[in-house]
């Protein structure tokens, strides 16, 4: 499906639905659709495959550096660079402001939402809809919704499509736990009951929502619902892990000197993107990852962890793991000593707090030719949750499994659970293990708030306040909005 096709009648349609950008003068000049235009576009399943293209389309925009912003940069995955933005060091050092429009500027995601709000409305009004678009429609606004609690906690809530300009800018917001549950879950399981479908990478599939709704469990603490959704994914027998490095490097790797791949069969759910489709600089990957004067560098304390639990020199590996030969060889045919994951996720020829991410990119090209995907959910870390999910349901051997099915499949030594005896030192190992796997994915933040873990894992890092573990809002929505409060951690 090529996301920016068909559109536009769309677009005319949903003009609206810029209701929340920051400033008023966003939207003054939008003028209200008339409801003749709107009754002659919703009238067959061309009209309503068009509609959920253009909420997908949103999605890329309000993706393409907030998934990273949001759930990468404010864990213990990257330090600042000496050239870093006002705006970025402030995710690293944990000292937001509400002035950081790159990372609090909620303008895409509200379109995101408003395009999914009338998708909702309208496709019903179709005769012999195919009910999987309606689905789609529910998963991405309950995706959205679901990042805007994590993100804010409480936000403005709209679940219809905006008529009144004057009225509908000035919601208060609504309460997390409320949007949770009469909006995020709702939506997720009705996206279960409508999607059949499989295979498509880009599209939210059976696989992706039940990958979806053990997200949003796990931050809820339900781990029984979460196991039950991870192990219905499970059950499609539609994914598996890679088994070698080219593999797994290729799930990742868009470098337009080494090749485009992102392919595999661990890829469950991708935030696709295209030059021709989405312009130059698609993606924001490369900027943020690879720039050629980067603004991120992989964190000393990350890296020496990796080296520490994986040694990268013969006699610390063998004085590691005494019983267990490496398989893998470098370039000039001598054994590979350490974890490939760590070579192929780290800049060649860096020292320590010198090296940027290359899981995507290993080498420098424009990024004016940046479209690489997101990668939202692989099935190594659905496994990997899962094992955090048994785990704290009391079934440390299931977890140990788990782990040690992704740790074959990477060619590592497997872990013995009786250096784990409790809860807790298990679970440490199983944050570990996804913060090695899922390096530059955009989770390590939002595990460790699942978890409670931000404190243990950034103690000597940043001292932050329990109530900024939410973001702040953005400045200019207070102004525009004045029913609107500023978190308190905020507050001055």
């Known amino acids: ?46 009209d309503a495959e068009s509609g959920v ?50 990372t609090l500027r909620w303008n895409d995601l509200y379109q995101m939402i408003g395009r999914a709000n009338l998708a909702i409305e309208k496709i019903p009004t179709i005769p012999n809809y195919t009910p999987g678009l309606l689905g789609q429609a529910h998963a991405l606004r309950a995706y959205a919704y679901f990042d805007a609690v994590r993100v804010w906690g409480g936000v403005p809530l709209y679940t219809e499509a905006v008529t009144n300009l004057d009225q509908d800018l000035n919601r208060p917001a609504t309460d997390g736990t409320t949007i949770l549950n009469e909006i995020v879950i709702p939506d997720m399981l009705e ?96 900027e943020l990852f690879f720039a050629g004067i980067p603004s991120f560098f992989i964190s000393p304390t990350l890296e020496r962890k990796w080296i520490e639990k994986f040694p990268i020199d013969s006699v610390g590996w063998y004085a590691k793991y005494p019983d267990f030969d490496p398989q893998e060889t470098d370039e000039f045919g001598n054994t590979l000593f350490g974890d490939w994951r760590y070579f192929e996720s780290r800049e060649e020829g860096r020292s320590i707090g010198e090296a940027r991410s290359a899981k995507y990119t290993k080498l420098n090209f424009s990024p004016n030719d940046d479209a690489t995907n997101i990668p939202v959910y692989r099935y190594a870390g659905v496994l990997l949750l899962k094992a955090l999910a048994e785990n704290r ?66 103690d000597t890092i940043a001292n932050i306040p329990q109530d900024q573990l939410v973001f702040p809002i953005y400045e200019k929505h207070l102004i525009d909005n004045p029913n609107l409060q500023q978190n308190p951690g905020y507050v001055n």
């Open 191 to 286: 996206a279960e009951r409508l999607i059949t479908g499989s295979g498509n990478e880009f599209r939210f599939t059976k696989a992706a929502t039940y990958a979806f709704q053990a997200d949003v469990y796990t931050h809820l603490k339900d781990y029984a619902k979460a196991k039950e959704a991870l192990d219905k994914l499970i059950a499609l027998d539609d994914y598996e892990l890679v088994t070698d490095r080219e593999s797994w490097s290729r799930l990742f790797l868009n470098d337009l000197n080494l090749g485009t791949f992102q392919e595999g069969p661990e890829l469950i759910f991708s935030i696709r993107y295209d030059i021709l489709e989405d312009g130059n600089r698609a993606s924001g990957n490369y």
């Open 393 to 458: 349901l009391g079934n440390p051997e299931v977890a140990i499994e788990l782990i040690n099915e992704v740790r074959t499949a990477r060619q590592l030594p497997l872990v013995d659970g009786a250096d784990y005896p409790d809860v807790e030192s298990l679970e440490d190992l199983i944050l570990d293990e996804r913060q090695l796997e899922l390096f530059s994915e955009g989770d390590r933040w939002w595990d460790l708030r699942a978890t409670d873990k931000v404190m243990q894992a950034l």
């Open 53 to 102: 293209a253009a909420i997908y389309d949103a999605m890329q925009e309000t993706y393409r550096v907030k998934h990273y912003l949001w759930g990468e940069f404010r864990s213990d995955n990257f330090i600042a660079s000496d050239r870093v933005t006002v705006d970025y060091e402030e995710l690293v050092s944990n000292r937001l402001t509400q002035s950081n429009e790159s």
């Open 1 to 46: 499906m090529r996301f920016n096709q068909s559109i536009q009648p769309f677009y005319l349609l949903s003009v609206l639905l810029l209701v929340l950008a920051a400033s008023c003068d966003d939207v003054i000049d939008e003028q209200p659709v008339s409801q003749t235009s709107d009754a002659q576009f919703w009238k067959n399943n061309g």
